[in-house]
């Protein structure tokens, strides 16, 4: 079993930053991959960043440039620093990590951003 808790939300002024982290514990070893989606009120959950073990990144295109996406493979640690943060990235952001063909959620944190 798999464990994830997220920290780091709040609520920013447009144009300010937020960092994002999410500790995995439990069975979690070997390749794997750590990501973040979010989702705003009203909508589907949306990819926005993912990491793999040797480092490749991979980002949505609205985050491309302001966010970025990186790990402690050591502390099984990911985080998410979001620059440039706009109203449209309100949303409740969810940590992801995937272990062979299983998938594991956290809990969601809450980032608002006020127009």
């Known amino acids: 079993q798999v464990r994830l808790v997220e920290s780091g939300g709040g609520s920013v002024q447009p144009g300010g930053s937020l960092r994002l982290s999410c500790a995995a514990s439990g069975s979690i070893f070997g390749v794997y991959t750590m990501g973040w989606y979010r989702q705003a009120p009203g909508r589907q959950r949306e990819f926005v960043a993912s990491i793999v073990s040797s480092g490749t990144t991979n980002y949505a295109d609205s985050v491309k440039g302001r966010f970025t996406i990186s790990r402690d493979n050591a502390e099984k640690t990911v985080y998410l620093q979001m620059n440039s943060l706009k109203p449209e990235d309100t949303a409740v952001y969810y940590c992801?990590?995937?272990?062979?063909?299983?998938?594991?959620w956290g809990q969601g944190t809450q980032v608002t951003v006020p127009s």
């Open positions: 992801r990590v995937v272990v062979i063909l299983n998938i594991y």
